[in-house]
């Protein structure tokens, strides 16, 4: 009998210290383009204003000192959960970005939701007809999905929905109709995606003799296919879901918010940078590093976890 | 009388075989291949056909793109009423000829692709190598940076990165380049470690070669069939990459055309004038989608020999 | 096997099996026709690709597409098979006839308990609840020769070597008490030490649960201890069947022949050549009109290549399909150890 539990924390810790590096570089990255270029002053003293009055307003907010002391400074506020001051809304960097955090998780959830659900049940579908009718037309429209660009399906829909059918918002938030068009322009690439490897997963296990062997015990298709093929198809649907997560978190949803005027994080980043605001272009980067080192970390635990070889040693 | 016997092989007495014949044997079968695929030689057509009116744009382009017209703005396409032949595709809110932007859009957009692949390419070659290689110490670190790249928010911080540095053509490209390299690396580590023990490579190291010559001689051609797929892959996914930083308004500036930048220009005018954003977003779809089938196709008619190991046939 | 009266437990009749591919219409099992008594052990000799797993994999139901039984008839414990529901299909896999696969460590589901495998036969046919299941699983695991049952019910696959994963499989297979036990090829995964253990717990199984046996293998000493009756195949065709003592005796069919020779023997005071049948298998997709065997045998004539023989009863219970006249003495090579080189 194997002993439990000597390989997981190790694989879990070398994870952990992974996500850290990977935020330090981050907001360093971020810290250094932003304060390298341009000059957020310019923005807010009139074209009249002289060189002087400029260097003062610099001084006054700390943009005059050697970079280094400004990150260290950055870093030491940012533990205590300061960080910075939106220089452009005149409230703290912090609060800007976490109110906008919520629209953003909501269209994001939706979205992968969506795509998860829909992919499960089309992709087993092909698998287990494969060749079939069913199958060609639902490899073509995820291939069709995966090539479209997002902002293209969200303008389309707009249009779509804008001559057609009446009752659903193509801009704003607030109701659920509002989550409809964004959710469905957002999912359409994952969807796709996640199809084609499900598909590909299950048809690949099909194959394989413990599903013969589970037939012939007895258990009818349906029985073998969800008690037994998908949890062993389920590890590289898993890691590619948590891709197709990531990806969304990490930037797939700015155009989609931009579209559709959707309050969230993403517009937020935009705005920002038309705006010179470092504080809160900084912010958002720590925020956007934060989610997606977190879900990669999920995905490495639920690996784990479904992989009995390491999780039972 | 004695019974027939077989003749006597020696059965270990295999053809060494060189990288050369190895690779040959595959192209010729893949040119077998081709034949039998029809979707697949229709999405080659296409993607052909992408390229070439890339390059030949100066040439075919009836209009300069960015000579505007105001007299002529919003004019639709031929077929439709109000418009008229000498602008086939219509004109946009600038009065510029939506045709002509196209095929120099296509340019564009394709020649950073391209180039942003390359870029790509080279660095995960050269990581990948060593990193299969050489293995060890080298292995592991280059297996990190490349997680920890991976794990990046890469297409928020391309955003930022683009909109606070003057966004030129060879940043884009850097941006795209490197934010892409991780892929490739894995791969051609994954078929640098196959191979490494492979006949050829050994005869290659009994001889005297150096690793540098091996890499270059022995090694490179094999992959280059699992590279060129790949390869194919990226360079749809970064179209797409490129057409959202120009939709942005962050990627290819006006009044240089691209097709990302076509749909952003053209966004407000979408209820009343649909060409100027359909085109040139069916056109990335197009594109795209025969990339992505060319690469699926390309991937069945090399992995085979791939799987096997040594030229079956 | 001597009296013609109880009705036989399976029955095969003129089964033909097809698998329709890219390069043609493979015939994998060609007017298959088998007799199986209850309690009794048969054995199916051949090399690969001549059909004896798509066989058994057809009388199961469980061809993969696009393969299909074309034709025939498979008779078990009096039903029809090949007319019943999907659904009456899963009750009688498991709980009327079980089957073994080649490689257990293939044919277990790595992502499940060792036994779960078991119980949930239990659970499906025998409508056992999960404390009756588990109780009868750790009985069966212990029926099978696995040592501390209770303690390792609940373990995972991957910490069974690949004998004990087979024995797993065997007591999975024999769980709800299957009249019928299809073992394909259980020991060719293994090691050597241990497939003598596998197929003597496979006879112990048989005399103990009274069990009809179906062993495939491509190995002719095998079936020579343990099986009452042995049937050749090959190229989807069976070519001979006798009960096993008269086929090892006097094998007449030219292809049992030269499996017999080309076999290796326990015996080894008498030296004998080892003489491997020349040529290869034929392509399935491309049969012929005539005997399959054809292009290989030294016995062949023009009737052999242009009509394929059907199958007849030679003596009581020897069935051979082959048109030239041949016995071990006739045959120009001796056919088993003990007799002299020539």
Do not use: C
């Given at each position: 009998m194997a002993s439990s539990s000597r390989a997981l924390p190790a694989f879990l810790l070398r994870r952990a210290l992974h996500s850290v590096v990977v935020i330090v570089a981050a907001v360093v990255l971020v810290f250094m383009v932003t304060h390298v270029v341009g000059d957020p002053v310019q923005l807010l003293l009139p074209l009249e204003a002289t060189e002087e009055q400029r260097d003062q307003m610099r001084d006054s907010f700390g943009l005059n000192d050697p970079v280094l002391t400004q990150f260290g400074r950055f870093v030491g506020d940012a533990l205590q959960g300061d960080l910075g001051e939106s220089l452009w809304q005149r409230r703290p960097a912090a609060e800007v970005v976490l109110e906008r955090l919520p629209a953003t998780l909501l269209l994001v959830a939706s979205a992968f939701s969506v795509s998860l659900i829909a992919a499960l049940v089309l992709g087993t579908l092909a698998a287990l007809r494969p060749g079939s009718f069913a199958d060609k037309l639902i490899t073509t429209t995820s291939l069709v999905g995966v090539s479209i660009p997002n902002f293209f399906l969200a303008l389309m829909l707009v249009l779509l929905v804008a001559v057609n059918v009446k009752g659903l918002p193509t801009a704003g938030y607030g109701t659920w109709q509002h989550l409809v068009l964004p959710t469905l322009a957002l999912a359409a690439l994952s969807t796709g995606r996640i199809t084609q490897i499900v598909r590909s997963s299950v048809i690949d296990e099909m194959s394989k003799p413990y599903v013969t062997a589970a037939r012939a015990r007895g258990a009818s298709m349906a029985r073998t296919v969800t008690r037994h093929v998908l949890k062993n198809a389920a590890i590289p649907i898993v890691t590619l879901s948590g891709w197709e997560l990531v990806r969304m978190l990490a930037g797939y949803m700015v155009p989609v918010e931009a579209v559709f005027s959707w309050p969230g994080v993403g517009l937020l980043a935009i705005d920002a940078v038309e705006q010179f605001d470092f504080a809160v272009i900084q912010a958002v980067v720590l925020l956007v590093a934060i989610m997606v080192v977190t879900v990669n970390f999920v995905i490495e635990l639920l690996y784990a976890w479904l992989n009995p070889r390491i999780r039972f040693g | 009388m004695t019974a027939v016997t077989p003749e006597p092989t020696s059965p270990g007495l295999?053809?060494?075989?060189?990288?050369?014949?190895?690779?040959?044997?595959?192209?010729?079968?893949?040119?077998?291949?081709?034949?039998?695929?029809?979707?697949?030689?229709?999405?080659?057509?296409?993607?052909?056909?992408?390229?070439?009116?890339?390059?030949?744009?100066?040439?075919?382009?009836?209009?300069?793109?960015?000579?505007?017209?105001?007299?002529?703005?919003?004019?639709?396409?031929?077929w439709s009423e109000g418009g008229d032949w000498s602008h086939v595709l219509g004109t946009d809110q600038l009065g510029r000829d939506v045709l002509s932007r196209l095929l120099y859009g296509a340019r564009m957009s394709l020649f950073i692709a391209f180039a942003s692949v390359l870029v790509a390419v080279s660095i995960g070659v050269v990581m990948g190598m060593l990193?299969?290689?050489?293995?060890?110490?080298?292995?592991?670190?280059?297996?990190?940076?490349?997680?920890?790249?991976?794990?990046?928010?890469?297409?928020?911080?391309?955003?930022?990165?683009?909109?606070?540095?003057?966004?030129?053509?060879?940043?884009?490209?850097?941006?795209?380049?490197?934010?892409?390299?991780?892929?490739?690396?894995?791969?051609?580590?994954?078929?640098?470690?196959?191979?490494?023990?492979?006949?050829?490579?050994?005869?290659?190291?009994?001889?005297?070669?150096?690793?540098?010559?091996?890499m270059r001689k022995q090694l490179l051609p094999n992959i280059m069939a699992a590279l060129l797929?790949?390869?194919?892959l990226e360079l749809a996914r970064l179209i797409i990459a490129e057409s959202i930083l120009s939709f942005l308004g962050l990627g290819v500036q006006s009044p240089d055309s691209s097709w990302g930048l076509m749909i952003g220009e053209g966004r407000d005018y979408i209820t009343t004038a649909w060409w100027v954003v359909a085109f040139p977003g069916l056109a990335i779809v197009l594109t795209v989608l025969s990339l992505n089938l060319v690469s699926s196709w390309l991937r069945t008619a090399t992995d085979p020999f791939l799987r096997h190991g040594k030229g079956a046939s | 096997m001597t009296e013609p009266t109880a009705a036989p437990l399976l029955e095969i009749s003129h089964l033909n099996t097809v698998f329709p591919t890219r390069s043609g219409l493979v015939r994998a099992v060609n007017d298959v026709s088998l007799r199986l008594d209850r309690g009794r052990a048969l054995g199916i000799v051949g090399e690969s690709g001549s059909g004896k797993s798509v066989t058994m994999l057809s009388v199961?139901?469980?061809?993969?597409?696009?393969?299909?039984?074309?034709?025939?008839?498979?008779?078990?414990?009096?039903?029809?098979?090949?007319?019943?529901?999907?659904?009456?299909?899963?009750?009688?896999?498991?709980?009327?006839?079980?089957?073994?696969?080649?490689?257990?460590?293939?044919?277990?589901?790595?992502?499940?308990?060792?036994?779960?495998?078991?119980?949930?036969?239990?659970?499906?046919?025998?409508?056992?609840?999960?404390?009756?299941?588990?109780?009868r699983t750790i009985e069966y695991l212990g029926m099978v020769g696995i040592p501390r049952p209770a303690e390792r019910v609940d373990d995972y696959p991957h910490q069974f070597s690949g004998g004990m994963q087979q024995r797993v499989m065997i007591a999975a297979a024999i769980a709800c008490e299957p009249e019928l036990l299809i073992a394909d090829e259980p020991t060719t995964a293994l090691d050597v030490t241990i497939q003598a253990q596998i197929l003597r717990l496979i006879d112990n199984l048989r005399t103990e649960l009274g069990v009809a046996v179906i062993l495939i293998t491509h190995d002719v000493a095998v079936v020579g201890s343990f099986c009452d009756e042995v049937a050749v195949m090959y190229a989807g065709h069976v070519v001979e069947q006798a009960p096993s003592r008269t086929l090892f005796t006097d094998p007449r069919h030219p292809y049992t022949l030269g499996l017999l020779r080309s076999a290796p023997e326990d015996d080894t005071s008498e030296r004998r050549r080892l003489v491997p049948i020349p040529g290869m298998p034929p392509d399935l997709a491309r049969l012929g009109d005539g005997c399959p065997f054809a292009p290989r045998c030294e016995f062949a004539d023009d009737r052999c290549t242009s009509s394929s023989p059907m199958l007849r009863e030679l003596e009581h219970d020897h069935w051979l399909s082959c048109w030239a006249d041949v016995t071990a003495e006739t045959a120009r090579v001796p056919a088993a150890a003990g007799q002299e080189e020539t």
């Open positions: - | 295999e053809r060494v075989i060189d990288a050369a014949e190895y690779r040959d044997r595959r192209l010729a079968r893949a040119g077998r291949m081709v034949r039998s695929e029809k979707l697949a030689i229709a999405a080659l057509l296409t993607s052909g056909f992408m390229i070439l009116i890339a390059i030949a744009a100066p040439v075919i382009a009836p209009h300069d793109p960015a000579a505007q017209d105001i007299l002529q703005r919003l004019r639709p396409p031929a990193s299969g290689y050489i293995g060890r110490w080298v292995d592991s670190v280059i297996m990190e940076l490349a997680d920890i790249f991976a794990s990046f928010p890469g297409i928020l911080v391309a955003i930022i990165v683009l909109s606070v540095f003057n966004p030129s053509i060879w940043l884009i490209i850097a941006v795209l380049g490197i934010e892409g390299w991780m892929i490739q690396a894995r791969m051609v580590r994954g078929q640098v470690k196959a191979l490494r023990e492979t006949e050829f490579v050994e005869a290659a190291r009994a001889v005297g070669a150096g690793p540098v010559r091996i797929t790949l390869a194919v | 199961l139901r469980l061809l993969s597409p696009p393969g299909r039984v074309e034709s025939g008839s498979v008779r078990f414990d009096g039903r029809e098979l090949l007319e019943l529901s999907e659904r009456e299909m899963t009750r009688v896999r498991g709980a009327g006839i079980g089957l073994i696969l080649q490689d257990p460590m293939r044919s277990i589901n790595p992502t499940r308990r060792v036994g779960d495998h078991i119980a949930e036969g239990l659970r499906l046919h025998l409508k056992l609840n999960r404390r009756q299941a588990r109780a």
